[in-house]
């Protein structure tokens, strides 16, 4: 299969509280990333973290990669409305010619 | 930084009809460009990868002879769905990453939303 899993798929939640996604993958990676799509819309970069590297942090997001269980998950904090979007994990393969696996995806609707 | 346009966002037309995808790196020269379909509410399915001056690279069960890939110049790539028929209907969406670098993100456009009659 081309795609990893996410889970979950869908997660509502109220403004203010913290939102985890987690994504799992099924070969060795280069790196996995972190994108958002907000509806019909293209993708925005969130975070790479590299295969060697265990925890990485920008502003509100925490992403966290453990290989040795091919799994990541991504922590929103104090949620806004405006982080509604869907969250795309996709990973790069070693050896694999900087293309990216893209996980199923989470639907995350943060309600005010 | 690192903006990549996509056009056009959104195409309605007839069957049987030739369309072309514009995918432009604005202010950065992209060596590679990749080319994804994606279906509602489903995920990315990388359709082909797309290199300055060579043929393109597709993915299993992608024909080559119905989405032509052309990548004449380091900023710019074209996608044409040939004789595009209903079932190629979905959103097309590109990427690019800068030359020579890795464990570089993928800066991705717009996306074009194709709908055929």
């Known amino acids: 299969s081309q795609q990893g899993e996410e889970d979950p798929q869908a997660l509502s939640i109220q403004e203010g509280e913290n939102a985890t996604m987690n994504c799992s993958y099924k070969?060795?990676?280069?790196?996995l990333q972190w994108y958002r799509q907000n509806s019909g819309r293209g993708l925005v970069h969130l975070i790479l973290?590299?295969?060697?590297?265990r925890e990485k942090h920008s502003g509100r997001l925490r992403v966290t990669l453990d290989t040795s269980k091919k799994s990541s998950s991504l922590l929103i904090t104090a949620s806004r409305a405006a982080d509604t979007a869907s969250y795309f994990c996709a990973t790069e393969r070693s050896g694999g010619y900087n293309k990216l696996i893209f996980g199923a995806g989470t639907r995350l609707a943060v309600h005010p | 930084g690192a903006v990549v346009s996509q056009h056009p966002s959104r195409v309605i037309c007839k069957s049987g009809t030739s369309v072309k995808i514009e995918c432009r790196s604005l202010?950065?020269?992209?060596?590679?460009m990749f080319w994804y379909r994606q279906f509602p509410k489903q995920s990315l399915m990388l359709m082909a990868t797309s290199n300055e001056g060579s043929k393109a690279t597709y993915e299993q069960g992608v024909e080559k002879d119905k989405f032509l890939i052309n990548h004449a110049s380091l900023t710019l790539s074209t996608l044409t769905v040939t004789s595009a028929h209903p079932e190629d209907s979905s959103f097309y969406i590109c990427?690019?990453?800068?030359?020579?670098?890795?464990?570089?993100?993928?800066?991705f456009g717009d996306g074009t939303r194709l709908s055929i009659l």
């Open positions: 990427s690019a990453l800068g030359s020579g670098i890795s464990n570089q993100p993928q800066h």
């Open positions: 202010d950065f020269q992209a060596t590679t």
């Open positions: 070969t060795s990676i280069n790196n």
């Open positions: 973290i590299r295969s060697n590297e």
